[in-house]
Protein backbone atom coordinates (compact mmCIF):
# COMPACT_ATOMS: atom_id res chain seq x y z
CA UNK A 1 0.00 0.00 0.00
CA UNK A 2 0.97 3.37 -0.56
CA UNK A 3 1.71 5.72 1.64
CA UNK A 4 2.68 9.50 2.47
CA UNK A 5 4.20 10.65 5.68
CA UNK A 6 4.32 14.86 5.25
CA UNK A 7 6.72 16.70 7.78
CA UNK A 8 8.52 19.99 8.16
CA UNK A 9 5.43 22.55 9.04
CA UNK A 10 4.59 24.77 11.44
CA UNK A 11 3.91 28.61 12.30
CA UNK A 12 6.44 30.77 11.15
CA UNK A 13 6.54 34.72 10.44
CA UNK A 14 5.96 36.74 7.25
CA UNK A 15 9.43 36.20 5.63
CA UNK A 16 10.93 33.20 7.48
CA UNK A 17 11.26 29.50 6.09
CA UNK A 18 10.45 26.23 6.13
CA UNK A 19 11.86 22.79 5.09
CA UNK A 20 8.79 20.08 4.58
CA UNK A 21 9.49 16.42 3.59
CA UNK A 22 7.77 13.53 2.20
CA UNK A 23 8.63 9.46 3.07
CA UNK A 24 6.80 7.21 0.54
CA UNK A 25 6.58 3.57 0.88
CA UNK A 26 4.66 0.75 -0.58
CA UNK A 27 6.24 2.29 -4.10
CA UNK A 28 9.14 2.29 -6.12
CA UNK A 29 9.76 5.66 -5.70
CA UNK A 30 12.23 6.18 -8.63
CA UNK A 31 9.60 5.88 -11.51
CA UNK A 32 7.47 8.18 -10.85
CA UNK A 33 7.56 11.98 -11.07
CA UNK A 34 6.71 13.61 -7.52
CA UNK A 35 4.89 17.45 -6.67
CA UNK A 36 4.49 19.19 -3.85
CA UNK A 37 0.40 19.92 -3.52
CA UNK A 38 -0.93 23.11 -0.78
CA UNK A 39 -5.00 23.24 0.27
CA UNK A 40 -5.67 26.72 1.67
CA UNK A 41 -9.04 26.91 3.83
CA UNK A 42 -12.02 27.18 1.02
CA UNK A 43 -9.76 26.53 -1.86
CA UNK A 44 -8.69 23.74 -4.12
CA UNK A 45 -6.15 21.80 -4.27
CA UNK A 46 -3.54 23.06 -6.12
CA UNK A 47 0.33 22.21 -7.50
CA UNK A 48 3.05 24.15 -5.97
CA UNK A 49 6.32 22.17 -7.04
CA UNK A 50 7.04 19.31 -9.46
CA UNK A 51 10.48 17.37 -10.10
CA UNK A 52 11.46 14.29 -12.98
CA UNK A 53 11.93 10.92 -11.70
CA UNK A 54 15.60 11.56 -11.69
CA UNK A 55 15.56 15.36 -10.67
CA UNK A 56 16.55 16.77 -13.58
CA UNK A 57 14.16 19.10 -13.69
CA UNK A 58 11.41 21.15 -11.98
CA UNK A 59 8.25 22.90 -12.21
CA UNK A 60 6.58 25.69 -10.36
CA UNK A 61 3.14 27.44 -9.84
CA UNK A 62 3.00 31.07 -10.72
CA UNK A 63 2.79 32.01 -7.53
CA UNK A 64 5.92 30.37 -6.38
CA UNK A 65 8.35 33.25 -7.90
CA UNK A 66 11.40 31.59 -7.39
CA UNK A 67 10.72 31.48 -4.06
CA UNK A 68 10.13 27.70 -3.45
CA UNK A 69 13.46 24.56 -4.52
CA UNK A 70 11.96 21.40 -4.48
CA UNK A 71 14.66 17.99 -4.52
CA UNK A 72 14.32 14.63 -3.97
CA UNK A 73 16.52 11.59 -2.77
CA UNK A 74 15.37 8.41 -4.34
CA UNK A 75 17.77 5.89 -2.04
CA UNK A 76 15.74 7.77 0.88
CA UNK A 77 12.37 7.35 -0.99
CA UNK A 78 11.83 11.12 0.10
CA UNK A 79 11.16 14.46 -1.68
CA UNK A 80 11.61 17.85 0.07
CA UNK A 81 10.43 21.01 -0.69
CA UNK A 82 12.69 24.25 0.84
CA UNK A 83 10.23 27.41 0.95
CA UNK A 84 11.60 30.70 1.81
CA UNK A 85 10.45 34.57 1.76
CA UNK A 86 7.34 32.83 2.82
CA UNK A 87 3.65 34.98 3.09
CA UNK A 88 0.29 35.00 4.63
CA UNK A 89 -1.12 33.78 1.70
CA UNK A 90 1.31 30.31 1.98
CA UNK A 91 -0.82 29.02 4.49
CA UNK A 92 -2.19 25.67 3.81
CA UNK A 93 -1.79 22.03 4.25
CA UNK A 94 0.93 20.78 1.67
CA UNK A 95 1.03 17.29 0.75
CA UNK A 96 2.96 15.40 -1.42
CA UNK A 97 1.77 13.00 -4.31
CA UNK A 98 3.15 11.65 -7.82
CA UNK A 99 2.81 13.83 -10.80
CA UNK A 100 -0.13 13.70 -11.73
CA UNK A 101 -1.37 12.33 -8.83
CA UNK A 102 -1.92 8.25 -8.73
CA UNK A 103 -2.03 7.48 -4.83
CA UNK A 104 -4.33 8.06 -2.26
CA UNK A 105 -3.30 11.33 0.07
CA UNK A 106 -1.31 11.67 2.88
CA UNK A 107 -2.00 13.35 6.23
CA UNK A 108 -0.44 16.36 5.18
CA UNK A 109 1.60 18.89 6.89
CA UNK A 110 -0.29 21.97 8.02
CA UNK A 111 2.07 25.19 7.32
CA UNK A 112 0.99 28.72 8.99
CA UNK A 113 2.37 32.17 7.69
CA UNK A 114 1.76 34.78 10.20
CA UNK A 115 1.75 38.16 8.91
Known amino acids: QVQFVESGGGLVQSGGSLRLSCAAS????????MGWYRQAPGKQRELVAS????????RYGDFVKGRFTIARDNAKKTVYLQMNSLNAEDTAVYYC????????WGQGTQVTVSS
Open 97 to 104: NSAPIQFS
Open 26 to 33: GISFNIYA
Open 51 to 58: ITRAGSAS
